[in-house]
């Protein structure tokens, strides 16, 4: 995974976490496009 990738995922996780969300990233699909990443969210495990 390229290293903007992790970065988003990092950002991703630590606002979904301060929002106490039960959500967390399941998958990121990286440069769908040349300047678009997707995150697909899903239920965190209990």
Do not use: K, N
């Not at 970065?7 to 699909?29: F, N, P, T, V």
């Not at 440069?31 to 239920?43: E, H, I, N, S, Y």
Request: aromatic letters at 4%; proline letters at 4%; hydrophobic letters at 45%.
């Amino acid at each position: 995974m390229p290293g903007t990738a992790q970065l988003h995922r990092g950002l991703i996780s630590g606002a979904l976490y301060e929002l106490g969300r039960e959500l967390e990233i399941s998958e990121i699909d990286v440069f769908v496009q040349p300047a678009l990443c997707v995150a697909r969210l899903g239920r965190r495990a209990s």
